[in-house]
Nanobody
Framework: VQLQASGGGLVQAGGSLRLSCVVS???????????IDWHRQAPGKERELVAT???????MYADSVKGRFTISRDNNKKTVYLQMSNVEPEDTAVYYC??????????WGQGTQVTVSS
């Protein structure tokens, strides 16, 4: 299983950005059995969990992004999205997607940089 995050960039505060996480080297049944997370790591800070979408499409969010970010998955495209709206300078970080299987295995992709200017 490989994960590829993309969609980062420079955005002004109050703007929007959509991140994508494409899962490859996995058949569809494998993808649908994965819970997918978005994490972020800001300079000098620990990596934090931002959002999760489970195999049953249940979603969970960190308090800091509730109401502003939306995570979703397209199983046919084996892709998970993070729609970021009303972004704040505090959202500046490298964003990573990760996947967890029912067996406990975890997979990570490389990060994508998001920079929010004030």
């Amino acid at each position: 299983v490989q994960l590829q995050a993309s969609g980062g960039g420079l955005v002004q505060a109050g703007g929007s950005l959509r991140l994508s996480c494409v899962v490859s080297r996995a058949i569809l049944s494998t993808f649908t059995s994965l819970d997918i997370d978005w994490h972020r790591q800001a300079p000098g800070k620990e990596r934090e969990l931002v959002a999760t979408v489970t195999t049953s499409r249940r979603t969970m969010y960190a308090d800091s992004v509730k109401g502003r970010f939306t995570i979703s998955r397209d199983n046919n495209k084996k892709t998970v999205y993070l729609q970021m709206s009303n972004v704040e300078p505090e959202d500046t970080a490298v964003y990573y997607c990760g996947a967890r299987s029912v067996s406990g295995a975890s997979f990570w992709g490389q990060g994508t940089q998001v920079t929010v200017s004030s």
